[in-house]
Every structure is written in C-alpha cells, then in structure tokens.
C-alpha cells in the first residue's frame, strides 16, 4: 500500500470530490483538452492572435487559482512557511494558468470559427 | 494521520501523469475459503480490514460486531473544537463504509472466549470464529477525573474535544470565550497511552493563534501540563515543540497529571512527583485518561505485565498478532503496541493484519512488518503544521526527504490536513488505500 497507485490516487479524488462531481470535471477536462486538439488540428495552425489573448488571461488564471485554493482552506499567503510551499503556489498558480489559457484559446476558437480572420 | 506520495501527487495534480495506471493489479487474487472472521469494532480500523478482506477473500463469512451507527473522523475533531469546522464535519453513517457482503450485528460485544474461540454480544447472540481481530477502540475514561462530567463541557471553562463532536463544539465555545475574555488556560493530558498525542499540542497552539489574531495574546496565560518530563513522546519533536512554546509565550509545566477539577471555583489539582498541586483557571482543556473496553480486559488478551491499568491487547508489535493466541489479532487504538493510536498508525497496520490473516488461511505465513509508522500534522496556527512522522525507534520517518522538512511550519502540512486528509482517511475505510 505504499507504492504509488493509479487506483488509490483515483479513490482520493473521488472522495475529495465525491465520485459524480470528480468524473464531471474530469470530463470536463477532457472534453476541453478535446476542444484544444479539434480547433488545432480543424485550423491547421495555431493562431497566433488568441494565443496572444489566452497568455494575457493566464496572469487571472493563476491568481484566482491560488485564491481559491486559500478560500477552501483557512489559509493565505502569511502561512507561506519555506521553499516547498513558495513551490506548492507556483504549482497551483502555473496549473491555474495553463488551464485558463487552454480554456480560452479553445473558447476564442470554437466561437470564431473562421480563420480568415486572423492576422497573417 | 499521514498523507504519503500519493496523497501528496494527488494534492498537487501531477500524480495523475506521474503515477502508473493498473496499479491496483496488485490486488491479489482472491482466496478461496471457507473461514469465519468475526471482526470486533467498525471503526476506521475494523472498517478498512473488512473491506480489504472482502477483496481478498472469495466465500468467508466475515461478521462486524459493534453497536455504533455513527462513524466518527477522528482526525478532524481539533478543527471542530477551533471552530474552523461544524460537527458534522466528522460524522458519517457506519452503514455507509461496510461492504455489502459483511454480516453487521449492530451489538456490542460483551464476552469473549478465545479458548472456545466464541463471542458473546451483549443481546446475548454468540458468535463463533476461526480469526478474531480486535478492533475495538478505546475508552475514554472521564470518570477518573474527579469532579468532571462530560455535562460541564462548554460551561464554566471547562472543554473536552475528544468526546465527540458535539462535545468538540462545546469545547470551542469555553475556548472561543478564554480567547476573548483571557486569563489562564490550562492544556491538559493524561498519563496514559492516548489517542493522538499531538491532540493536546495542537489545541494549545490554536487557541492560542485565534486569541493572538484577535489582538488578545496579552490577556492569555497559557500553560501546557505534561504528563511527564517532555511535550512530546520522540525527542527531537519535543525540544521542538518547547522551541515553538518558547517562541509563542506557552509555558511548558512538567509532570502535572489532572486529578481532579471543581468547576465551581475553576480550580484544578494535579498529582505531580511533589505531592498535589492546585491550580486556579479561565479555561481548562480535559483529556482523561484511556483504556481498552472492560470486553477486551475480561478476556484475557490484554498484557499481563504492561500498561496493568490500561489493558491493551498482547499483539506482536511486527504483526499485530496475539502473543498466545495466533488466531487473533490486534488492530488500532486497542492494540498494545508501543506507538500509534492514530488514524495513521492504522492505514499502516490493516495491510499487515491482512497479510498474515490471508496469508494463515491459505496455510502460510505473512510477510508484512508493521514498523511502528505513525504521523501527526501537528497544527501550530491556523494555516500550518508540521509533518510529524516517526516509527517505533522515535525515528523521524519523513515521507518526502528533503521537500516537506518534518520539523518546519509549513503550508503544504496545513493543505494536507485540511483538503487531502479526510478524503484519504474515507479511501482507507473503502481499503482503497
């Protein structure tokens, strides 16, 4: 039991989560990841206008990331207490930016379908 | 209670890509058999085995016996008692953990015969079983505190966080006033084994924290009164704990075990090596004294020449299996083995019991060393604790060397406590973890 396992690491999110709300992001995910790849591969490039925008919204995706996971927890930056923890919110606050600039690439792109307007 | 690798990649999000799938393959296949198991307790112990057993076995007929509907999360009784959680934070229904082809026989158990190899439930239903495990738990013994009564808690400065989770809230209202009002707060704990012996620490330092963020650490006297000549059992965690102490203004008063208290006059008599002493309060923090269940020391299973007064179960400290009885073995708070009432020390010990019980019944012996691993996120202030995690040699054991220093205030130990514990601690008693 103290090898790492899929399993066990499955089970810990359920009951995080509880089952349903854990499998309905973790579809959630997978139908955006899903979007990211369709848009990519529909468009045949990557445009490099929503790319622009979704960078700009990572900066709003890290923080609110990090804030979140402060409200959920009785806690706030005053209780960052050495190295590990300045990592822990980078973690969190890259996670939350990466996932907020994939969600908004691929909604700029499942909106504006046509690439005719995009810069050259 | 600890949270290891996984729990930790599980916080981060990473251990999804990091970790393997098929890993529960490891499961072995399940054996065939016919045996009787007769499970006494479902609480997190007897609960996690007999769903770990129920995977493992194909045709046993596993029976729980215990007359408790209501499941408790221990570990997450100090947060109530802070009040950074409702009571209900730490309820659940027994019913909802068990898997479904166990017997419950909603009794508690009254005698057990491990000669004739029976037990008798207080309905007076007798059981009969090939392997017994005892996991009754433990019980608080709030009578031996003279003039105390689970009544009080709540009024008069008295709080009691252990006996349940009404009782925890209770607690917090006597601490949430001390916090406000201030004068002497005194941190008790007994001088017997106990449930987690960070508990008490844990309580001082955030009563403590809540009085200090309301601009009241001015008004409190805090006294932590240790039952001996330490703060805590491993010795490199104590002098940091006497550290922290120093730094926070909690004074450490040595060898002070509660007699008696008269709420009246809130005032409380220690035994210490000196004779009694008296000590007036605004605010007193009871943990009495613990013990196994009279059905465990009637039974003649308990030790015969450790812990006389306290009662818990002979088991091998490796294997958890009864010294006279091979057939029977010990499982957590009841257990007598030299560390660990913890949810922890349980995650740790339920594989082992079903290791060399699977392992017996296939005609074998098991394999599985329990080392004495127990952990404790020891809060020091709302927002951080430490990661205390050590085995049966006071060794520090840390799970992540070199990323969580187990003797620092960090952060991450307060996420793990306060997002990833409790989820972990209901994947064990599904025995998913």
Known sequence: MKEL???????????????????????????????????????????????????????????????????????????????????????????????????????????RHSSSSEMP | MNLDRRQFLALTGGGL??????????????????????????????????????????????????????????????????????????????????????????????????????????GGTTLEYDYLVVATGLVLDHDAIEGFSLDLVGTDGVGALYAGPQYAEKTWRAAQAFSEKGGVGLFTRPATEMKCAGAPLKHAFLIDDIARRAGNAGKTDMRYMANNNSLFGVPIVAEKVRM??????????????????????????????????????????????????????????????????????EADAKTMRHLRYPEIFAVGDVAGVPKGKTAASVKWQVPVVEDHLVAAIGGGEGTAVYNGYTSCPLITRIGRAMLIEFDYGNNLVPSFPGVIAPLEELWISWLMKEIALKATYNAMLRGRA
């Open chain 2, 17 to 122: 890509i990091a970790s393997q799938a098929g890993g529960s393959a490891a499961k072995a296949q399940a054996v065939k058999t016919s045996a009787n198991i007769v499970i006494l307790g479902v609480g997190a112990a007897g609960t996690a085995l007999a769903n770990r057993l129920s995977e493992r076995l194909d045709g046993a007929r596993i029976t729980l016996v215990d007359a408790r509907k209501e499941h408790l999360y221990q570990p997450g009784l100090s947060l109530v008692a802070a009040g950074l959680k409702p009571p209900g934070y730490v309820v659940s229904q027994t019913k909802q953990w068990l898997p479904s082809d166990v017997a419950w026989v909603e009794e508690r158990a009254a005698q057990i015969d491990p000669e004739s190899k029976k037990v008798t439930t207080e």
């Open chain 2, 244 to 313: 922290l102490f120093q730094h926070r203004g909690i004074a450490p008063v040595y060898s002070h075990v509660l007699k008696s208290i008269d709420p009246g006059a809130r005032r409380a008599v220690f035994d210490t090596p000196d004779g009694q002493a008296e000590m007036d309060y605004d605010y007193i923090h009871v943990i009495p004294p613990q013990r196994a269940p009279d059905v465990v020391r009637n039974s003649g299973l308990s030790w015969a020449d450790k812990w006389t007064d306290q009662g818990w179960v």
């Open chain 1, 5 to 111: 396992s899929f399993g066990t690491l499955i089970a810990v999110f359920e009951e995080m989560m509880g089952r349903g709300l854990f499998w309905a992001l973790v579809a959630v995910a997978a139908l955006i990841t899903l979007a990211y790849v369709y848009v990519l591969i529909r468009d045949r490039a990557v445009s490099w206008r929503k790319f622009l925008l979704a960078q700009l919204s990572m900066p709003v995706g890290a923080i609110l990331a990090v804030l979140f996971v402060q409200y959920i927890t009785h806690s706030g930056f005053r209780d960052v207490g050495g190295p590990v923890d300045a990592i822990i919110m980078l973690v969190i606050a890259i996670l939350g930016a990466i996932g907020m600039a994939i969600l908004v690439y691929t909604v700029q792109s499942l909106m």
